[in-house]
């Protein structure tokens, strides 16, 4: 099994905690179909980019550049994160530096251990390059959604919306939202304040697809030609409705486009229903 | 924020998505720092066909670094070692700790704090 990225670093007062969702993430791409798949998808090209939206504590970007060896067949990743919350943003850059760091520490240690052994026997050919490069982690954006990256400039997508459903979707965060740590901020007002910001972790507003609705929107804009899209869905969401949607985008509009949807890995299966699942989203 | 971020971003402003002015965002006050790295030529080989040497040119350029060729290494050029060290330098290296990127567009400025450029923008422009 792939390491699990350490998170002790993060305080989760405003940033949500790794909890089944994320888990449910790092085994779906890890899990021996999804890594083949990936890893046959970007089998030739260029560094192919990374970006997790709404990236919280960092686990499961983290997971996938760190281990992209074995998920992705290639270590030469750039990832990207966004977040709302600026400690978010902070947490998860830290989270994805440590854990390749961490990955290459390991690597060094079993080559000294074991000089014939070949990390990756998928890529033979290519393993003395794959072994000699470390991914890089270029940013994390304090925006909403994927807002400032351009069309088609990224590879991978990652998201685990606020997925519950609210009567309500919180109010957009304005800069007073992020004060200076120095500042002196009553004991509630703080509270106040770290409540809201989790809120914006959790709250999908109608079916919980409010937010959800916004990213799919974007993804054909946002995802390169290659580009694929992990979303995560639960039931009240109705995923297999929003597969058949996806199947039909492009359709009628003359572009040639189609566009492809799968669930790619699921939890906690009841009386027939998944209570999560994660889809695949990519154009063929 | 790698300076290589710079070629990936764009203006948030709605109004501006559909104007070329608004990339590339350009830094101003910028504070650069320099973070080294194992040199890792066959990454930079991989990265390359995906940059906008353009935006590059006109970045590197206006924080003052050494003028980067008219058009971009392809090809045999990719293997010269001076100039694939020049770019390992500015685009994995080199990060931009403080200051503002710059929309040629609507002229927001967006903020960078420890590294994290802030896009949140005020309600009347989302």
Known sequence: MLPTPCTAHVSFDTIYEPAEDSYLFLDTLSSASESAWLTQHFASGPSPTILEVGSGSGVVLAFVVANSPTILGRADVLSLSTDLNRAACLATRETVVRAIAQQQEQQQQQQQADPESQPNPHTSSSAQNTTSIKSQHLSSLQTNLATPLRPGSIDLLLFNPPYVPTDTLPRAPAPEDFPEPSSTESRSAQFERASYLLSLTYAGGKDGMEITEHLLADLPRVLSARGVAYVLLCAQNRPREVVERIRGWGTGTGTGERWCAEIAGFSGKQAGWEKLVIVRVWRE | ?126
Request: hydrophobic share 40%; charged share 25%.
């Open chain 2, 1 to 126: 924020m790698k300076l290589l971020t710079a070629n990936f971003l764009a203006c948030a402003v709605k109004g501006c998505k559909a104007s070329a002015s608004s990339y590339p965002l350009h830094f101003k006050d910028a504070e650069l720092e320099l973070q080294e790295l194992d040199y890792q030529p066959v990454f930079l080989q991989n990265i390359m066909p995906r940059i906008d040497w353009e935006g590059l040119r006109m970045i590197a350029n206006e924080l003052g670094f050494p003028r980067l060729p008219d058009t971009k290494p392809e090809g045999d050029t990719l293997n010269d070692e001076t100039t694939l060290r020049d770019l390992h330098r500015l685009l994995l290296e080199t990060h931009v700790v403080e200051g503002k990127l710059c929309c040629g567009n609507c002229g927001h400025e967006y903020m960078i704090k420890e590294g994290i450029a802030n896009f949140l923008l005020p309600s009347h422009l989302v």
